[in-house]
Nanobody, 124 residues
């Protein structure tokens, strides 16, 4: 059973940076696709980025500012977030799916394992 724990959230000023981590336990990440989602207050959860063994993708709203990466040896996936904006304020979740695709449409489909989230607050 794969367990995921997010960390790295916090309060940052507009224009600042944060790096989120998604640490896995219970299994290696080698065969899993990982996606980051976020949910802002009063809004639906949305896909932010994804990574599998072949590709990465990003939502248009974060493209050029966020970078997803993975270290399978450490069983950790990262989301480097630069040039943060107040509209990036949300709870960020990572999710995993076995051999899941990483498409431009970053949906929740196929995501069997979820972390509990980490809060990112960007002040103006």
């Amino acid at each position: 059973q794969l367990q995921l724990v997010e960390s790295g959230g916090g309060l940052v000023q507009s224009g600042g940076s944060l790096r989120l981590s998604c640490a896995a336990s219970g299994s290696t990440l080698n065969n899993y696709g990982i996606r980051w989602f976020r949910q802002a207050p009063g809004k639906e959860r949305e896909g932010v980025s994804c990574i599998n063994s072949e590709t990465t993708n990003y939502a248009d709203s974060v493209k050029g500012r966020f970078t997803i990466s993975r270290d399978n040896a450490k069983r950790t996936v990262y989301l480097q977030m630069n040039s943060l904006k107040p509209e990036d304020t949300a709870v960020y979740y990572c999710a995993a799916g076995y051999r899941s695709l990483c498409l431009r449409d970053i949906s929740e489909l196929g995501m069997a394992y979820w972390g509990k989230g980490t809060l990112v607050t960007v002040s103006s």
